[in-house]
């Protein structure tokens, strides 16, 4: 896309509606041309209604956010934004910003109301209605956020209730009700975390045609520059493919992730067909007689819509949102122990419990610090203080975790983020205080929730501790595994002292076990397979697989599978039912086959 | 929370005792010991005029080299088990050679580690022969607490750095630097004696111990362990108790509910029976301990306010504050679904109109849909 069609494009997102009354125009943040030093955070679409801008600044104010856009007519106008304090108390909001209209600031310091909603900023006068200059001005550094900007004649405040806001947004841009554009496929996988591009890369191979949908401009989810946890566990099968996607060990966090993340995305982009959509993200999946038809997707920063066909899809997205959408079964939460036999005595309640609960793993935000030659500032940040207590490190591991069961790991992962953030910012301020640490600055600090567990979608085997334990070698074992099976907690749990931001794992260890491919397509959806975290197991089954060479094995597996299917045009169930030798030759073949020199 | 004790107390020693006399004679030899004080370092308690009598359980440690190491149960006046304990002594090598560790150990009844006794005429001692000083001791303890330690999941190998050949020649893997992984929870220069103290004490006897106890176990001892301040007994007691139980101990349970950890209230109210629940009296206690308890714990206990009494709905309503976002909205969704006494709806007003309550709007757009 050449420069001038994307100005056009932004340019196409800058809704106005002209009526008798008023003149109306709404800006979404993210479509800004020039995000300055603001980040695109598309993580909780669901939840708050729309890709939001974010001043991630780490304590440093980032560099202002433009965009130019044009109004109908010259006046003046009621103007809003829509924002949150993502930390609000009896301190100053830690996410302040202005809004610069047509070079003047306006003075209402935004970033300062509980929970999302609409700030009204005051009147703008524009005084020349083409081309006007939008600026976002960050205060603080600290996760200031603007979903978007609304300008009226008229002084009714836009909806606030999620629902109401979703239809009224539909009007203001004039949306029709499905996408325009529609896209066919062999195979449209969803979520390129190591799954998904695994099993891109596996039905590629076999001659299909893929889109590869990824709400992130950088392939590996987990595993990504921009969540950096290293993957762990063995290739099975898949090593050529693997080898393509996965990460040294380094310690979690560590800035050596943007060499794999180079490594990665070169890999996956050389294949001819595969159709990447990077920045894209799904937001629905429709399901006719059990078998879904189509998914549709948004551009992150442009709002440009798309509907994907296929024969088959590949749930990749971590908390299984195809399935959702399309109908299929899914479990959250912990099982009772006799549900599927999980009883670990040594650890009792905290590996199974008696009762049922939705406890989960949780999220890590990863940070990190460095030393610099001179004295380093670090502002104050009593907002974050709560969380953290006294609690002082100068950076993050895998430990660095959160769960709470009055908390979705899904419909709640904002707040899990910012809580992570709080939990970074106020450890990284308390460790500031000691004078060994007077050259430190913080280095890097994730923005993404980098999540072990949500949605598991069930399929025609529930993988669990016990298939683990008892090592059993499935007719279909399509995924094998040694890594130790490797359960977490908070460790508030056992000591209220404790933070509630730590975890604690632990650990199973066996020699050996395998996945089914049953566990790897829905049971009531046709024509879905799944891989990744959010394949067909029980939570503590989840606790050895969850890893990345095994979720990437999943994927390969998957993709392999779909290329079967296309084969003999039956659905995923039939493979197993019909075609298992074949199959299960075709993944054989692939200890075989050598790393091509320019896949290394 | 057993860190934290084991913190106090030795603070309470290093006041006291510069070197704390060896409590009991040695179990291997003749078994009159009497042990009347608590070990030096410990994290149970010890109730005031506690004396401790030996009884042999024929379970032992195998030590390389030196042989069994018997374990002892120490019972109380009453003969009732108290700990279990055996004197150690085994070698601990690195780089080719080799020194004794002398050492009493002690284990609760579930075979988790309670706490040790050193001997001052046999100090532990580093690899490079410095004795251990007092916070080297206490160092040890605060790791042998850790049942959880990297030292369950790896090998000693696993734990030093191998220095580069080209530095040291073909210098023993073992004299590399300590990875730093565990070098916060180690004794500097003591990782050996540091692991094998480890393993000796959460190694396969912790499971015997704990199958010995299940041997010895009856009502009298569940409701002693129910009525220990540790919470890893009052977990077990729970466990072995008949639900239906639950309700001739309430008292205790309720006690129990308010002072414990968080892992213990949620299984309390997990596995509280249905019969409680019919009760609304019964669970008053729970609910007044609402805003003093953990969020999980919380979030559990309203899932029966359909259950509660009206007294408590009403005590509730004017804790607000103490609830997380997701509470607050099951609480008014449920407030919503019936018709509320004006004291309830006069909180909610209180609460709405409150400049620093963060979740005030909340309970404002509910009050505006609210029609009673």
């Not at chain 1, 979404?28 to 729309?50: H, K, L, R, T």
């Not at chain 1, 006007?132 to 836009?158: H, K, W």
């Not at chain 1, 290739?235 to 490594?263: C, S, W």
């Given at each position: 896309?050449?420069?001038?069609?994307?100005?056009?494009?932004?340019?196409?997102?800058?809704?106005?509606?002209?009526?008798?009354?008023?003149?109306?125009?709404?800006?979404?943040?993210?479509?800004?041309?020039?995000?300055?030093?603001?980040?695109?955070?598309?993580?909780?679409?669901?939840?708050?209604?729309?890709?939001?801008?974010?001043?991630?600044?780490?304590?440093?104010?980032?560099?202002?956010?433009?965009?130019?856009?044009?109004?109908?007519?010259?006046?003046?106008?009621?103007?809003?934004?829509?924002?949150?304090?993502?930390?609000?108390?009896?301190?100053?909001?830690?996410?302040?910003?202005?809004?610069?209209?047509?070079?003047?600031?306006?003075?209402?310091?935004?970033?300062?109301?509980?929970?999302?909603?609409?700030?009204?900023?005051?009147?703008?006068?524009?005084?020349?209605?083409?081309?006007?200059?939008?600026?976002?001005?960050?205060?603080?550094?600290?996760?200031?956020?603007?979903?978007?900007?609304?300008?009226?004649?008229?002084?009714?405040?836009?909806?606030?209730?999620?629902?109401?806001?979703?239809?009224?947004?539909?009007?203001?841009?004039?949306?029709?009700?499905?996408?325009?554009?529609?896209?066919?496929?062999?195979?449209?996988?969803?979520?390129?975390?190591?799954?998904?591009?695994?099993?891109?890369?596996?039905?590629?191979?076999?001659?299909?045609?893929?889109?590869?949908?990824?709400?992130r401009p950088l392939l590996g989810g987990n595993a990504s520059s921009e969540i950096r946890v290293h993957t762990e566990g063995i290739y099975g099968n898949f090593e050529r493919i693997l080898k393509m996607l996965d990460t040294e060990h380094y310690p979690n966090g560590h800035v050596d992730a943007e060499i794999d993340q180079e490594k990665r995305d070169n890999n996956v982009k050389s294949y001819d067909n595969i159709d990447l959509f990077l920045n894209w993200r799904a937001y629905d999946a429709k399901a006719e007689n059990n078998t879904i038809k189509y998914v549709d997707a948004r551009q992150t920063a442009t709002g440009e819509r798309k509907r994907?066909?296929?024969?088959?899809?590949?749930?990749?997205?971590?908390?299984?949102?195809?399935?959702?959408?399309?109908?299929?079964?899914?479990?959250?939460?912990?099982?009772?122990?006799?549900?599927?036999?999980?009883?670990?005595?040594?650890?009792?309640?905290?590996?199974?419990?008696?009762?049922?609960?939705?406890?989960?793993?949780?999220?890590?935000?990863?940070?990190?610090?460095?030393?610099?030659?001179?004295?380093?500032?670090?502002?104050?940040?009593?907002?974050?203080?709560?969380?953290?207590?006294?609690?002082?490190?100068?950076?993050?591991?895998?430990?660095?975790?959160?769960?709470?069961?009055?908390?979705?790991?899904?419909?709640?992962?904002?707040?899990?983020?910012?809580?992570?953030?709080?939990?970074?910012?106020?450890?990284?301020?308390?460790?500031?205080?000691?004078?060994?640490?007077?050259?430190?600055?913080?280095?890097?600090?994730?923005?993404?929730?980098?999540?072990?567990?949500?949605?598991?979608?069930?399929?025609?085997?529930?993988?669990?501790?016990?298939?683990?334990?008892?090592?059993?070698?499935?007719?279909?074992?399509?995924?094998?595994?040694?890594?130790?099976?490797?359960?977490?907690?908070?460790?508030?749990?056992?000591?209220?002292?404790?933070?509630?931001?730590?975890?604690?794992?632990?650990?199973?260890?066996?020699?050996?076990?395998?996945?089914?491919?049953?566990?790897?397509?829905?049971?009531?959806?046709?024509?879905?397979?799944?891989?990744?975290?959010?394949?067909?197991?029980?939570?503590?089954?989840?606790?050895?697989?969850?890893?990345?060479?095994?979720?990437?094995?999943?994927?390969?597996?998957?993709?392999?599978?779909?290329?079967?299917?296309?084969?003999?045009?039956?659905?995923?169930?039939?493979?197993?039912?019909?075609?298992?030798?074949?199959?299960?030759?075709?993944?054989?073949?692939?200890?075989?086959?050598?790393?091509?020199?320019?896949?290394? | 929370?057993?860190?934290?004790?084991?913190?106090?107390?030795?603070?309470?020693?290093?006041?006291?005792?510069?070197?704390?006399?060896?409590?009991?004679?040695?179990?291997?030899?003749?078994?009159?010991?009497?042990?009347?004080?608590?070990?030096?370092?410990?994290?149970?308690?010890?109730?005031?005029?506690?004396?401790?009598?030996?009884?042999?359980?024929?379970?032992?440690?195998?030590?390389?080299?030196?042989?069994?190491?018997?374990?002892?149960?120490?019972?109380?006046?009453?003969?009732?088990?108290?700990?279990?304990?055996?004197?150690?002594?085994?070698?601990?090598?690195?780089?080719?050679?080799?020194?004794?560790?002398?050492?009493?150990?002690?284990?609760?009844?579930?075979?988790?580690?309670?706490?040790?006794?050193?001997?001052?005429?046999?100090?532990?001692?580093?690899?490079?022969?410095?004795?251990?000083?007092?916070?080297?001791?206490?160092?040890?303890?605060?790791?042998?607490?850790?049942?959880?330690?990297?030292?369950?999941?790896?090998?000693?190998?696993?734990?030093?750095?191998?220095?580069?050949?080209?530095?040291?020649?073909?210098?023993?893997?073992?004299?590399?630097?300590?990875?730093?992984?565990?070098?916060?929870?180690?004794?500097?220069?003591?990782?050996?004696?540091?692991?094998?103290?480890?393993?000796?004490?959460?190694?396969?006897?912790?499971?015997?111990?704990?199958?010995?106890?299940?041997?010895?176990?009856?009502?009298?001892?569940?409701?002693?362990?129910?009525?220990?301040?540790?919470?890893?007994?009052?977990?077990?007691?729970?466990?072995?108790?008949?639900?239906?139980?639950?309700?001739?101990?309430?008292?205790?349970?309720?006690?129990?509910?308010?002072?414990?950890?968080?892992?213990?209230?949620?299984?309390?109210?997990?596995?509280?029976?249905?019969?409680?629940?019919?009760?609304?009296?019964?669970?008053?206690?729970?609910?007044?301990?609402?805003?003093?308890?953990?969020?999980?714990?919380?979030?559990?206990?309203?899932?029966?306010?359909?259950?509660?009494?009206?007294?408590?709905?009403?005590?509730?309503?004017?804790?607000?504050?103490?609830?997380?976002?997701?509470?607050?909205?099951?609480?008014?969704?449920?407030?919503?679904?019936?018709?509320?006494?004006?004291?309830?709806?006069?909180?909610?007003?209180?609460?709405?109109?409150?400049?620093?309550?963060?979740?005030?709007?909340?309970?404002?757009?509910?009050?505006?849909?609210?029609?009673?």
């Amino acid at each position: 896309m050449t420069y001038s069609h994307k100005i056009l494009l932004a340019l196409g997102l800058i809704f106005c509606i002209a009526s008798v009354k008023s003149q109306n125009l709404l800006v979404e943040a993210e479509s800004f041309e020039n995000p300055g030093g603001w980040v695109v955070d598309p993580q909780f679409v669901e939840q708050m209604g729309s890709p939001y801008l974010m001043a991630h600044g780490m304590g440093e104010k980032v560099k202002n956010a433009t965009t130019k856009v044009s109004f109908d007519k010259a006046g003046e106008y009621h103007t809003w934004v829509r924002t949150m304090n993502w930390a609000p108390g009896d301190w100053e909001a830690p996410g302040r910003f202005k809004l610069k209209v047509a070079g003047e600031v306006l003075e209402k310091t935004l970033g300062q109301r509980s929970g999302w909603g609409w700030e009204y900023v005051g009147l703008a006068k524009i005084d020349k209605a083409k081309k006007v200059p939008l600026e976002l001005m960050d205060l603080t550094g600290f996760n200031g956020r603007c979903d978007a900007i609304y300008f009226s004649t008229n002084q009714e405040e836009p909806p606030a209730s999620p629902k109401k806001l979703a239809e009224w947004r539909k009007t203001v841009k004039s949306e029709t009700n499905g996408p325009e554009e529609t896209k066919t496929y062999d195979l449209v996988v969803v979520g390129g975390g190591l799954a998904g591009c695994a099993a891109s890369i596996a039905a590629a191979e076999q001659g299909l045609k893929v889109a590869l949908i990824h709400d992130r401009p950088l392939l590996g989810g987990n595993a990504s520059s921009e969540i950096r946890v290293h993957t762990e566990g063995i290739y099975g099968n898949f090593e050529r493919i693997l080898k393509m996607l996965d990460t040294e060990h380094y310690p979690n966090g560590h800035v050596d992730a943007e060499i794999d993340q180079e490594k990665r995305d070169n890999n996956v982009k050389s294949y001819d067909n595969i159709d990447l959509f990077l920045n894209w993200r799904a937001y629905d999946a429709k399901a006719e007689n059990n078998t879904i038809k189509y998914v549709d997707a948004r551009q992150t920063a442009t709002g440009e819509r798309k509907r994907f066909t296929a024969p088959y899809f590949v749930d990749s997205t971590g908390d299984g949102w195809i399935g959702f959408w399309s109908g299929a079964e899914f479990s959250y939460g912990r099982e009772s122990a006799d549900t599927y036999g999980e009883t670990w005595e040594e650890h009792g309640e905290l590996w199974s419990p008696k009762v049922p609960d939705n406890a989960v793993m949780g999220s890590s935000v990863l940070w990190g610090s460095k030393e610099m030659e001179s004295p380093q500032e670090f502002p104050g940040v009593p907002w974050a203080m709560p969380v953290a207590k006294d609690y002082s490190k100068v950076k993050g591991e895998w430990q660095w975790e959160f769960s709470r069961n009055d908390l979705s790991q899904i419909e709640d992962a904002e707040e899990i983020r910012d809580h992570m953030l709080r939990a970074i910012y106020g450890s990284f301020s308390n460790a500031k205080k000691e004078p060994e640490n007077a050259n430190r600055k913080l280095e890097w600090v994730s923005y993404l929730v980098g999540k072990r567990e949500s949605r598991r979608l069930v399929g025609d085997h529930i993988f669990t501790f016990k298939d683990a334990v008892n090592e059993i070698k499935f007719p279909d074992a399509v995924v094998v595994e040694k890594r130790a099976i490797d359960v977490h907690y908070q460790t508030i749990l056992e000591d209220e002292k404790n933070p509630d931001f730590i975890s604690e794992a632990l650990f199973y260890r066996g020699i050996q076990y395998y996945i089914p491919y049953r566990s790897l397509y829905s049971k009531n959806i046709n024509n879905l397979f799944m891989a990744g975290r959010n394949f067909s197991c029980s939570h503590i089954g989840l606790g050895g697989p969850r890893v990345m060479r095994t979720t990437g094995q999943m994927g390969a597996a998957v993709g392999f599978a779909a290329s079967l299917c296309k084969k003999y045009d039956v659905n995923p169930r039939d493979i197993y039912k019909g075609y298992l030798p074949e199959y299960l030759e075709l993944i054989e073949e692939q200890k075989y086959r050598k790393i091509p020199e320019s896949k290394k | 929370m057993k860190l934290v004790k084991a913190f106090l107390f030795m603070l309470v020693v290093c006041m006291g005792h510069a070197q704390f006399p060896l409590p009991v004679p040695t179990l291997n030899g003749v078994q009159e010991g009497i042990m009347n004080r608590p070990p030096e370092f410990f994290t149970m308690g010890w109730e005031k005029g506690l004396q401790l009598g030996t009884r042999e359980t024929g379970m032992f440690i195998e030590v390389d080299s030196i042989g069994q190491q018997n374990i002892a149960l120490l019972v109380d006046r009453e003969q009732h088990p108290v700990l279990y304990t055996s004197e150690i002594e085994t070698p601990v090598c690195a780089d080719g050679e080799c020194k004794l560790m002398h050492i009493r150990l002690y284990w609760t009844l579930l075979g988790d580690y309670a706490g040790f006794d050193r001997y001052p005429q046999q100090p532990l001692t580093k690899h490079d022969h410095d004795e251990f000083v007092q916070a080297d001791y206490l160092k040890l303890h605060l790791l042998l607490l850790d049942d959880k330690s990297i030292f369950r999941q790896r090998k000693i190998e696993e734990l030093v750095k191998k220095p580069s050949p080209s530095d040291h020649g073909d210098v023993d893997a073992l004299s590399g630097a300590t990875i730093a992984e565990v070098k916060e929870s180690v004794v500097s220069g003591a990782l050996y004696s540091c692991y094998v103290a480890w393993h000796l004490v959460h190694g396969e006897i912790a499971g015997k111990l704990k199958e010995h106890t299940l041997g010895l176990l009856d009502k009298e001892l569940i409701l002693r362990m129910l009525h220990n301040e540790d919470p890893d007994y009052q977990m077990f007691a729970l466990e072995k108790l008949a639900k239906e139980e639950y309700i001739d101990h309430l008292e205790r349970i309720a006690t129990i509910f308010k002072s414990s950890i968080p892992l213990v209230r949620s299984y309390i109210i997990k596995n509280l029976p249905e019969e409680f629940w019919n009760i609304r009296a019964n669970q008053i206690p729970f609910w007044d301990a609402f805003s003093n308890i953990d969020i999980n714990s919380r979030s559990l206990l309203l899932e029966h306010l359909e259950e509660a009494p009206e007294s408590s709905i009403v005590e509730v309503s004017n804790k607000l504050g103490s609830m997380t976002k997701n509470q607050l909205r099951l609480f008014l969704d449920f407030l919503a679904e019936r018709n509320n006494e004006p004291e309830i709806l006069e909180n909610l007003k209180v609460f709405a109109n409150k400049g620093n309550e963060i979740c005030a709007y909340l309970v404002l757009q509910f009050l505006e849909d609210y029609k009673q």
